[in-house]
């Protein structure tokens, strides 16, 4: 008789579980699909609500990059703020610049650290590469994405299932499925 219970018990605590794990995806999923209500969720819980924000990162007096957003709201508790359709601009020491645009950020507030995401499109003088999100690590000076990304100019395109570009040296990496045409024209 005791085991029967126990066995009661434990079904219903695997099925309560099973309803709560289900729950949260479902949640996950509705909020990822809707980026509008995880920014107001954002908005409710930030220190500080701003619009038309503009910051720059600057290093031993270098700048690093230049940032402009919709909106910005500052989250002292997790040290960070989420940007609104972020447009950032990372200073490369050749003289040529990467232009971002995104639907999303976040600045790590302590790190100046950056994550832009939702239709990221980068340019430089010569190329343009789309993805779906992009951190800015300014310790290494790297751009990276784990996404896949198209990149192309006018004399080549490629695409790879995730990126790396060094800002210090110029040099990027691609992998995962990399493909890509060239033109006859390309002159190195």
Wanted: hydrophobic share 40%; charged share 25%.
């Amino acid at each position: 008789m005791k085991s029967r219970w126990i066995k009661r018990i434990l079904i219903g605590i695997v099925i309560f579980l099973l309803i709560a794990t289900a729950l949260v995806f479902v949640g996950y999923r509705r909020a990822m699909q809707n980026p509008e209500i995880v920014l107001s969720q954002i908005e409710k819980e930030a220190d500080m609500h701003l619009n038309k924000v503009r910051q720059t990162a600057t290093k031993n007096g270098i700048r690093e990059w230049h940032m402009e957003a919709e909106s910005a709201s500052l989250v002292n508790e997790t040290h960070t703020m989420v940007l609104v359709n972020p447009s950032v601009e990372v200073f490369m020491t050749d003289g040529d610049n990467v232009r971002l645009t995104a639907k999303e950020g976040i600045i790590h507030t302590e790190t100046n650290r950056l994550v832009v995401s939702g239709d990221v499109v980068a340019t430089t003088r010569l190329y343009r590469f789309e993805t779906q999100s992009v951190v800015y690590d300014p310790d290494t000076r790297k751009l990276t994405t784990d996404d896949p990304v198209s990149i192309s100019s006018a004399s080549a395109s490629l695409t790879a299932g995730s990126m790396q570009i060094d800002l210090k040296t110029n040099i990027a990496n691609f992998d995962g499925d990399v493909k890509g045409t060239i033109s006859e024209d390309l002159q190195l």
